[in-house]
Structures are given as C-alpha cells and as structure tokens.
C-alpha cells in the first residue's frame, strides 16, 4: 500500500490542471493514468492508421442500452486532449444563467462568468491560445486580450470569410492552442484536428500541464494505473482509498485527498461502481443524480463542395461564426456554433459514406470545405450513464434539442452556400461519437439536486472532487475543454491554499 497526500485520477485537463496548481506545494501528489504515453511514430499523422484501422482508439465495449458500440475514447497521457482540434473557447456570460431553448431550459450555474474570467485568463496563457477580443459578435468581456495574435487565414478560407462578410456576418479567428509563429513548432499542417501531433506543437494537456506539474519533486505519474473503485470508510464520508489495477496486479494507494478526473462518463461510471453499505447508489450519489444528465451536444458535420475547385487548405481552424449563437433576432431561442473540421480525407468518410465508392469519396474530399455546425443538447434526468451487470458501460442519450439543432444546420447550409459552394451535405453524429461529453455530477448549490458542490467537492465526502466536465450543469454551445482547465485551476488553487501550502 502506497500513500499520498493527493491522489489525481485522470491526466487530462482537468486532472492536469489541478496537478500543476499543486506543483512546487508540501502535497505529495500522484496523478494515476491507466494508459500510457502515446507513442510518437509515423502512424500519428496517417489518416488510414488513426481512422480506417482506429489505431488509437480504445478497444472496450460499451453499450447503448441493447446496442454495443466502440466509443471515440482516448487512453493516453493527456487524455482526450491528444485527438482534439485545439478549440479553446469561453463560455459566453448569458451561459452561466438560465436560457431559454425550443425544447426545455438550460439551467444556471451555481457560479457566475466573473468567478471564471480571471481563470479562463490564465488557462489561455498556459495553453498559448491564438486569438482577438472582441471579434467574436457574442466575446464575453475579458480582462486582457490573447497573448497571441489569430493563426492567418490559408486562401481558402481567407475566401471564405470575405464572402461571410459580405453577406453582413461577423466572421471571427477562432480560439486555438497551437504553438505557432516565429520559433513555434505548428506547421500548420493537415494533421491536427482528430490526429495526435507528432511535433509537440498542439497544446494539448500532457504538454502544457502534466509535463510542467511532474517537473516538480513533489507531483509524480503512475501510467498503466487502472482505478477499479474507491473505497470509503465505515462512516461513509471519508474516501481511504483507490483500489487500482496496475500490471495485472490490484493495489490499494491510499490519500487524503482524491481528485476524481477520469473524463464525464468515467468519473460517473467510477464513483456508481464504488457502491457500498453506506452509499448503495454509488460514492458522491445521496442525490441520485451521479450518471443523470449527460450531454455531449448536437453536432453535425458538413461538406460544403464546389464541383470544379479543390480545397488546398491544410490548417482550416482559423475561422468561426457566432452570429445565430443566441438565435436570429430579439426574442428567438439559441441556434449555435459553426466552425471548421480539420481538412477531410477519404478514410475519414469511409465509414459514414461505406455505400459510395471509394473514388467518388475521394473526390468529394478534394473538393470539400468541412465544417462542424454545434448546438445545445439540453440537460435530461433520463439521459444517463449506467453499469451493466457485466460492468460495461450502459449510455441511454435522451435527445434534446434537436429542433433548434436542424434549424441551425438548415442556416449553415444557407450560409455555406452563399460562400460559393452550391452543395453542402450534412451528417448529424450519434451516441458513439462521445467527443464534448458533460453533465454526469453536476455541481450546484442543493445537495438535494447535485452531486458537487461549487468548488466541485462532493456534498457526501468530505476529501473527494470531480473536476472534469462531469461538473458541468449545461453544455452551452462552444467546445468545453477551456471550461474545464478555468474551473479546474480554480480548484487547485482551493487545494493548495486551503491544505496544503
């Protein structure tokens, strides 16, 4: 048995974040990953080893009630960080209250947009975030503009912003943490978005947080650290221990503070399994309300195509459009994002597109400029993560929202169109596609109505938090991984002023 004064389980950005504040404190701090380092080769930026053959994708089953399904999860160092497209957005200031939607309301959370903004500051910093305050028509105040300028334009899109500004829109550089510029690594090349980067130039959480944190004496990362359950004591308020499977063998590290942060549907999952006499319905869950509420928002890919002209384009996230965010005028109900995919290739579209040949495939993909159309998915108590009999993860997705969903892709299409592609296809993506997930231990105000309380604390325990986007009340419509590393600093900033110094 190996004790600790912090146990970190989870190293992504919210597990990374919190481990870094605790760098350099008198906590003995052990951020336990179940896997492993991603490997740097050449299959890190092929398309057919990281999409056709699904090289880095977890092997597990999961469950869509009687469906099973191979999630889009991550076991690495960094978490799901090592795949994403670098979107670092804020949540506006009118996400934080309660809004008004087609199908229901997204609640208020029980912290404001001033309680973050000194935090989201600071995440942009660590994370090198390229950008421009007050481009974006719904841009939150801040207290500083981005340290870094806006990636430019590749002609394509620099194209394409002139014609979404002729038609009266306001075009904005979208948020990203690449490390790019004079003496960055970013070559701004077609392997970002989806892909691991092979280069160190995509900030991704091990690079900006785990690798910083571990530098000090006093924080240390066990990979191939599988956590099985948490174990609390006889009074039920205390957790003692993690029972962890490493090498094939179960130990058990104990702490005096454990930092659940294994990613929404994980942390769910982990606490449900920690079930014991004094907490039937699982650790953190005298609410009944570990597992409710998951989201993961509408989404919808597009192709916008022009038969005679290929896209050349390699690093496309350059640009977004939040004019319809909050709908199309005074009194509407909120639409969305829309913002670029990485470049589409032919084995990416060969699963979704399975019936149409290859070379057609191939084609369209030349032609292509892609897109992501992004809305609300409403928070819903039947929306849930639950444990099989077997111990599998069971995820019953309780769509909400969808009408305001296609009523924004119908405007995307619109809007792309008038960007000079006469054909834009649309595909919105199901269950599987886990990417965005939230909502599973909410924090709020009631423990009667929320696992956590505003600093992410369980209401049941008196050493446990969950900081990851499990804490999440509502999803907003923008990317949540800034959300997570704001909230997550803030909490280990709590960690080590409060205990340990």
Not at 96 to 121: K, M, N, R
Not at 214 to 232: C, D, P, R
Not at 245 to 263: N, P
Request: glycine share 8%; with cysteine; aromatic share 10%.
């Amino acid at each position: 048995m190996r004790s600790y004064d912090v146990v970190i389980i989870g190293s992504g950005c919210g597990g990374g974040s919190v481990a870094l504040q605790l760098g350099g404190s008198s906590a003995r701090t052990l951020i336990l990953e179940r896997g492993q380092s991603l490997p740097r080769e050449a299959q890190n930026w092929d398309p057919e080893a990281v999409f056709g053959q699904r090289r880095y994708h977890t092997d597990e089953t999961w469950w869509a009630d009687n469906e099973a399904f191979k999630p889009g999860m991550f076991y690495y160092v960094g978490g799901n960080t090592k795949f994403y497209g670098s979107a670092m957005f804020r949540f506006r200031e009118r996400d934080f209250d309660v809004v008004e939607h087609d199908e229901g309301v997204s609640p208020a959370w029980p912290i404001a947009y001033v309680d973050l903004e000194p935090w989201y500051e600071q995440a942009e910093t660590l994370f090198g975030v390229h950008g421009q305050g007050g481009s974006d028509p719904t841009d939150p105040i801040r207290s500083k503009d981005f340290d870094h300028a806006p990636v430019p334009h590749e002609p394509v899109m620099q194209a394409v912003e002139q014609r979404l500004q002729a038609k009266g829109l306001k075009p904005f550089p979208m948020p990203c943490a690449i490390d790019f510029g004079p003496g960055g690594r970013c070559q701004r090349c077609e392997n970002c978005d989806a892909f691991p980067c092979q280069i160190d130039a995509k900030g991704d959480a091990e690079i900006k947080l785990i690798r910083p944190a571990t530098a000090h004496s006093n924080v240390e990362l066990k990979t191939g650290a599988q956590v099985l359950k948490l174990i609390a004591d006889d009074s039920g308020r205390r957790v003692v221990a993690a029972e962890v499977l490493i090498d094939g063998k179960v130990e058990r590290i104990t702490a005096d503070v454990f930092v659940l942060s294994a990613g929404a549907i994980n942390s769910a999952a982990l606490l449900l399994r920690s079930a014991d006499a004094r907490n039937p319905r699982g650790l953190a869950n005298s609410s009944d309300q570990v597992g409710r509420n998951y989201m993961t928002h509408n989404t919808s890919a597009l192709m916008a195509v022009h038969p005679f002209k290929t896209n050349t384009t390699h690093f496309p996230k350059t640009i977004a459009v939040h004019d319809y965010y909050f709908g199309e005028g005074a009194g509407d109900t909120p639409l969305g994002s829309l913002q670029p995919l990485g470049k589409i290739r032919e084995p990416m579209l060969r699963e979704a597109l399975a019936f149409v040949p290859k070379p057609i495939r191939t084609a369209l993909a030349l032609r292509s400029v892609d897109w992501y159309a992004q809305s609300e998915d409403l928070p819903h108590p039947d929306s849930r993560v639950t444990i099989r009999p077997d111990g599998a993860i069971n995820l019953h997705w309780h769509r909400t929202n969808l009408k305001a969903h296609f009523r924004w892709v119908a405007k995307c299409k619109e809007i792309l169109r008038a960007t000079g592609y006469p054909f834009v296809f649309a595909r919105l993506f199901e269950t599987k596609v886990v990417s965005h997930q939230c909502g599973t231990v909410r924090f709020g105000n009631d423990p009667a109505t929320s696992p956590l309380d505003p600093l992410c604390k369980a209401w049941d325990h008196d050493n446990l938090y969950v900081v990851d986007s499990g804490f999440f009340p509502s999803s907003a419509a923008v990317n949540p991984a800034l959300t997570v590393v704001a909230q997550a600093l803030r909490v280990g900033a709590h960690l080590r002023e409060s205990i340990f110094q």
